[in-house]
């Protein structure tokens, strides 16, 4: 079985930046796609960002061009670069990874964003 832990999480002033990291372990054919989610106070998980194995990426409207992920697959690593955050940016992130769809999901990692 694959785990995902994530790191980097954290409190930033609105206009900062921070660097979240999924480290993955176990079946590699289960890291197909790599992704982030994020859940809020009240609300649903909802999609960031996704990277496939060959590096082709998707993101949510409301982080592109704020957002970049990236993956080392020797590594087994994925990355969320954020920058230019904002208050409505905080949220527990959660990585994700499947053979081709997110079946496996890490603990999260908390962003609080202050304006």
């Known amino acids: 079985q694959v785990q995902l832990v994530e790191s980097g999480g954290g409190l930033v002033q609105a206009g900062g930046s921070l660097r979240l990291s999924c480290a993955a372990s176990?079946?590699?054919?289960?890291?197909?796609?790599m992704g982030w989610y994020r859940q809020a106070p009240g609300e649903q998980r909802e999609f960031v960002a996704g990277i496939t194995r060959a590096g082709s990426t998707e993101y949510a409207d409301s982080v592109k061009g704020r957002f970049t992920i990236s993956r080392d697959n020797a590594e087994r690593t994925a990355y969320l670069q954020m920058n230019s955050l904002k208050p409505e940016d905080t949220a527990v992130y959660y990585c994700?990874?499947?053979?081709?769809?997110?079946?496996?999901w890490g603990r999260g990692t908390q962003v609080t964003v202050s304006s």
């Open positions: 994700a990874s499947g053979p081709a769809s997110y079946t496996r």
């Open positions: 176990g079946n590699i054919f289960s890291l197909g796609v």
